[in-house]
């Protein structure tokens, strides 16, 4: 079983900070790429943020220059530094882990539990 598990939201003024982290245990055998999605009220849910396993990462043009992704291999954790938060930047933010399971079955997207960022004044 993988398991991911989500920290870091909560409620910021505009113009701040918050830094969310994800770790994933259990039985994966390679991770391929990890990143954040979010999802506001009344909106599909998006892509802010992936990196792969060689440190490629890419970032929604809303995000970028603000956000910053990065992981420890190690640790088998993501994180997602946001600054200069908005309040369009409110969401309910999803970790999500694309990996291969240790029995070696196919490919497999993997959803961590969801946290709320609240941008507001």
């Known amino acids: 079983q993988v398991q991911l598990v989500e920290s870091g939201g909560g409620l910021v003024q505009p113009g701040g900070s918050l830094r969310l982290s994800c770790a994933v245990s259990?039985?994966?055998?390679?991770?391929?790429?990890m990143g954040w999605y979010r999802q506001a009220p009344g909106k599909q849910r998006e892509l802010v943020a992936a990196?792969?396993?060689?440190?490629?990462?890419n970032y929604a043009d809303s995000v970028k220059g603000r956000f910053t992704i990065s992981r420890d291999n190690a640790k088998n954790t993501v994180y997602l530094q946001m600054n200069s938060l908005k309040p369009e930047d409110t969401a309910v933010y999803y970790c999500?882990?694309?990996?291969?399971?240790?029995?070696?079955?196919?490919?497999?997207?993997?959803w961590g539990q969801g946290t709320q960022v609240t941008v507001s004044s």
């Open positions: 999500n882990v694309k990996g291969v399971p240790a029995y070696a079955g196919p490919i497999e997207n993997y």
């Open positions: 259990g039985s994966i055998f390679s991770i391929l790429v």
């Open positions: 990196i792969t396993s060689s440190g490629s990462t």
